[in-house]
């Protein structure tokens, strides 16, 4: 923040970084050559909701948008624990010979424009998008919206995380895709759709 | 193209750049005058009173933990609490904090530290158990927007002339005693000595800078509950947050809340009710004003789009 808006007290609200979620296609075929990790097809966006009609007219947008047309997604809503949404655009199994997250990635895209059009924007946290092994293993690449970064969360139990994985997934896709540098940032998702 | 519900408070800003600009004036004039009043002493009273200004600005994390029997609480100990301000510190992308928990039944939360990267958020077991989940976030976003304002370096600088005021008139007083010990004194003919002009002159200063300062307390109170709704996208839960802390706070005896009384400006809500003059004289707005702005803001977010 500037000097002047610190002197003034004038913060404003950090917008949403949308750039990133493209890459994703190209990292997830990376992940299953070096590690096995096959895609779900499944997405999430985790958001704050605000209260009043506004909201709840984008949000209605959106799903149409979304789960209009033939072999369209079902899109389904939830609140968790933190008080945030979760969006859950739910696709039918991917096929492991030719992973193709390219439809995904423009469905989340529209859910990010069509929340940042409408001044939503700032209530964007993050995006998640599952992966598991044949020894079933799973894993969730995660988008951070105000950092512009990713980084791997793999959840083993209620409150545990398989943190030497979670390293070996960074370095794989160290190159691919904008990794969060800041460990602290890893944010724990327990109990995120998909996972 | 991004668009944002968030219309700027021009006059809020003007307000505040108003009261900052007051108190630069101010402290200005304190050292023209002081350089006038002690040419040979002015720069050791000066450099004193800049010293413990930065000293309570370096040190306000650790003063302020001490203080009120903060311990810093890990993810491990406190995983609710520190994964409900670590959600915070993503959507606005700043550092995240250490964590306190103070142990007392207060209803109250602060925010300090000299920089963002050295903040401290503390929150006592009295507020923990008194708002719900949603309250409680409010609550820690205007905590976490007070880090992002960096209010303890802002109100530190600004109350400077302050404490460089007092500590003049307090020389003024030594002066008194021991007749007005420099040569100026003596050979002032008009009859009035210099230490009665210095001590009558550091008063008014330290009386002004204390009101501007209160005012500025008061601006920044407004702020950062306007930067903290517009993060969680909830005023209401900060308001009603608002209405269950002040009104908890108003009922509970005077006496035992003497202890905190120094801290009063970093709280969320001031721990003494004011009696007389204490729309000028209060850390915080009234809660009136404080739950006007958020209906303002709520208001402004859920504007239908078409």
């Given amino acids: 923040m500037s000097f002047w808006t610190t002197l003034t007290g004038r913060s404003r609200p950090k917008q949403a970084n ?44 959106l799903v ?15 609140t968790d624990g933190f008080g945030f949404t979760w969006l859950l655009v739910d696709n039918d199994p991917i096929d492991p010979q030719n992973p193709d997250l390219t439809a995904l990635c423009t469905d989340l895209h529209a859910v990010n424009t069509t929340l940042e059009q409408d001044g939503y924007g700032p209530g964007l946290l993050c995006s998640v998008l599952p992966f598991a092994d044949s020894a079933g293993r799973k894993v969730a690449l995660v988008y951070l919206y105000k950092q512009g970064t990713f980084y791997p969360f793999a959840p083993t139990g209620p409150q545990t995380r398989d943190n030497l994985l979670e390293i070996q997934i960074r370095d794989a896709l160290n190159g691919e895709l904008p990794l969060e540098a800041d460990l602290s940032r890893w944010l724990a998702l327990w109990g995120a759709p998909g996972l | 193209m991004a668009r944002t519900r968030f219309a700027a408070d021009t006059g809020l800003t003007t307000r505040m750049t108003t009261v900052i600009f007051l108190l630069g004036g101010l402290f200005v004039a304190l050292v023209v005058g002081l ?33 009120m029997r903060a311990r810093e609480v890990s993810a491990h100990d406190a995983p609710e609490l520190y994964g409900m301000i670590q959600r915070l510190c993503t959507l ?31 929150v006592t077991t009295g507020i923990l158990r ?94 950062a509950d306007r930067a903290g709704a517009q993060l969680t996208m909830k005023p209401r839960a900060l308001a009603s947050a608002l209405q269950k802390i002040t009104g908890e706070i108003n009922k509970i005896p005077q006496q035992d ?50």
Avoid at chain 2, 35 to 45: D, E, G, Q, T
Avoid at chain 2, 136 to 159: F, K, N
């Fill in chain 2, 130 to 223: 008194r708002l719900d989940a949603e309250e409680l976030e409010g609550v820690l976003a205007h905590e976490l927007s007070h880090v992002a304002h960096r209010d303890v370096l802002v109100m530190t600088v600004a109350s400077t002339a302050g404490i460089i005021a007092g500590m003049a008139g307090r020389g003024a007083q030594y002066g008194m005693l021991f007749g007005g010990g420099d040569r100026r004194g003596r050979n002032n003919n008009n009859g009035i000595p210099i230490w009665l002009i210095v001590l009558v002159g550091s008063l008014i200063i330290y009386a002004v800078s204390f009101l501007l300062l209160r005012l500025l307390s008061r601006y920044r109170e407004l702020a």
């Fill in chain 2, 35 to 67: 350089m006038y009043a002690f040419p040979a002493y002015a720069w050791l009273i000066g450099i004193i009173g800049i010293g413990i200004a930065w000293w309570q600005w370096y040190s306000s994390d650790t003063v302020a933990m001490k203080a």
């Fill in chain 2, 257 to 306: 809340l003497r202890g905190s009384q120094p801290m009063n400006a970093f709280f969320i809500a001031p721990a003494v009710s004011g009696v007389s003059l204490s729309t000028l004289t209060s850390t915080h707005p009234s809660l009136e004003q404080r739950l006007a702005q958020l209906a303002r803001i709520e208001a402004e977010l859920g504007r239908p789009n078409r």
């Fill in chain 1, 18 to 61: 949308l750039d990133a979620l493209f890459a994703v296609p190209s990292a997830a075929l990376t992940l299953q050559t070096a590690l096995g990790f096959v895609p779900s097809g499944d997405g999430a966006v985790c958001y704050r909701a605000a209260a009043g009609a506004g909201f709840a007219d984008a949000q209605q947008d």
């Fill in chain 2, 92 to 122: 606005a992308d700043m550092p995240m904090p250490r964590v306190g928990v103070a142990d007392t039944d207060l209803p109250n939360a602060f925010a300090t530290g000299r920089s963002p990267k050295r903040a401290v958020v503390v």
């Fill in chain 1, 64 to 78: 149409a948008l979304i789960s209009e047309g033939d072999g369209a997604p079902k899109v389904t809503t939830e």
